[in-house]
């Protein structure tokens, strides 16, 4: 059996919770415009690809387009859900004030 917690406070939830997703992209619009622009048929793909693997191999580290789509995922207690759906983006939430020890 799968136990969830809530990806903002941490409670244990039961059977009610609420799931968030999450996508970021570049519009189509753009996308289409951009890779159509940028696309080169004599390139040698394979080896552009060969090149990203042995760097992951020497680096431990997958480096890939920052344009690439994202997905996330998130469950939330129904107290955090509601918080969520008033402000998704936390613009009006108050910023925490880091103060140093010294």
Partial sequence: ????????????????????????????????????ASFDEDADHLEEVAGIL????????????????RSFRYDLCPDCQKQYVKDPLALHKPRRMRISDN
Avoid: W
Avoid at 57 to 68: C, F, I, S
């Fill in 54 to 69: 042995n760097d992951f191999d020497l680096t431990g580290e997958l480096e890939l387009d920052a344009n690439r789509s």
């Fill in 1 to 36: 059996m799968m136990h969830y917690s809530c990806d903002i406070c941490g409670q244990k939830l039961n059977e009610k919770r609420f799931v968030a997703r999450l996508e970021v992209f570049v519009p189509f619009d753009q996308e289409g415009a951009s890779a159509a």
